[in-house]
C-alpha cells in the first residue's frame, strides 16, 4: 500500500470514528431527555376538590383524612375521598377558635377569660361525623404565642405569660392522672415560631434581633444552639 493511499485509510478510519461518536453522544442525549420526559411523566399533583363555602381558616391532617375550618363550621375529606363532608363540632366551640395540630393530633387551645392568653388544650377527635373533645389539664399559668409538639409519649406546651417570659411544660399522654411539668426553656426572652420532638429531643425556632436561632434540647444536656437557619 503506497503513503497516499495510508493516509487516505486513516483518515476514513477518523471520519467513521467521529460518525460513531457523534451517534453516541446523539444516542446518550436523547436517552436523557426520554428518561427526564419519563420522570417528570410520573410527578403527579392533584388538586383537592373546593371547600364548601370556599373559605378556610385553618387545614388540618387529622390521622387520615383533612379537616378544614371555617367560622365555626367544618369538613373533612378522608384519604382518597373526592368531596368534603360536613363534621359537626360542640356547640360551645366559638366561632374564632384556635386550632393547632401536633403529630396528626389536633388540638383546640382553650381561651382565659378575657381571651388574651390561653389556659390549656383540649384534644380533637373525629368520631364519624363529629368531633369530640376532651379536655387536657390546664397549664401552670396562661400562655400566649403558643406552640405545641407531640412526640415519645408526650405533648409539649410552650408561651409566654402575662410578663412576657416563655415558658415549656411537658404533658405525658400515658398516664390518666398526669399533669403538666415545667422544662427550663431555651435561652432568652424571646417565644419559639415552631416546636418540634423528635425521638427524645426538642428543638425550637426562636426568632431574635440576629435571626432566627436553632436549639435542641437533650434530657441529659439540656438545650444547645444549633446551626442558624439558613435566610
Known amino acids: 500500500m503506497t503513503q497516499q493511499a495510508t493516509r487516505s485509510a486513516r483518515t476514513q478510519v477518523r ?3 467521529r460518525c460513531a461518536m457523534a451517534m453516541l453522544m446523539l444516542c446518550a442525549l436523547s436517552w436523557s ?4 420526559a419519563d420522570s417528570l411523566a410520573t410527578v403527579r399533583q392533584d388538586a383537592l376538590p ?9 387545614l388540618h ?8 375550618i371555617h367560622a365555626g363550621k367544618a369538613w373533612r375529606l378522608p384519604a382518597g375521598a373526592t368531596a368534603w363532608t360536613p363534621v359537626s363540632l360542640p356547640a360551645d ?17 382553650r381561651p382565659a377569660q378575657g381571651g388574651s ?15 369530640v373533645l376532651r379536655a387536657l389539664p390546664a397549664w401552670p399559668v396562661p400562655l400566649r404565642d403558643t406552640r405545641l409538639a407531640e412526640g415519645d409519649g408526650a405533648l409539649h406546651a410552650t408561651g409566654l405569660d402575662a410578663h412576657g417570659t416563655p415558658h415549656l411544660f411537658r404533658l405525658a399522654l400515658d398516664t390518666a392522672s398526669a399533669r403538666w411539668t415545667a422544662v427550663t426553656p431555651w435561652p432568652g426572652r424571646e417565644a419559639a415560631s415552631s416546636l418540634l420532638a423528635q425521638r427524645g429531643d426538642l428543638f425550637a425556632t426562636v426568632p431574635s434581633v440576629a435571626g432566627t436561632m436553632l436549639w ?9 444552639r444549633m446551626p442558624p437557619v439558613p435566610g
Not at 392568653?117 to 368531633?131: C, K, N, P
Request: glycine share 10%; hydrophobic share 50%.
Open 15 to 17: 471520519r467513521l470514528a
Open 33 to 36: 431527555c426520554l428518561a427526564r
Open 216 to 224: 435542641r434540647w437533650h434530657r441529659e444536656t439540656g438545650w444547645s
Open 93 to 109: 366551640v366559638p366561632a374564632n377558635a384556635v386550632w393547632l395540630t401536633a403529630r396528626n393530633t389536633l388540638y383546640l387551645v
Open 117 to 131: 392568653s390561653f389556659v390549656g388544650v383540649s384534644t380533637a377527635i373525629l368520631e364519624g361525623d363529629r368531633l
Open 61 to 68: 391532617a387529622v390521622g387520615t383524612s383533612l379537616l378544614a
Open 50 to 58: 373546593a371547600v364548601p363555602g370556599g373559605q378556610v381558616d385553618g
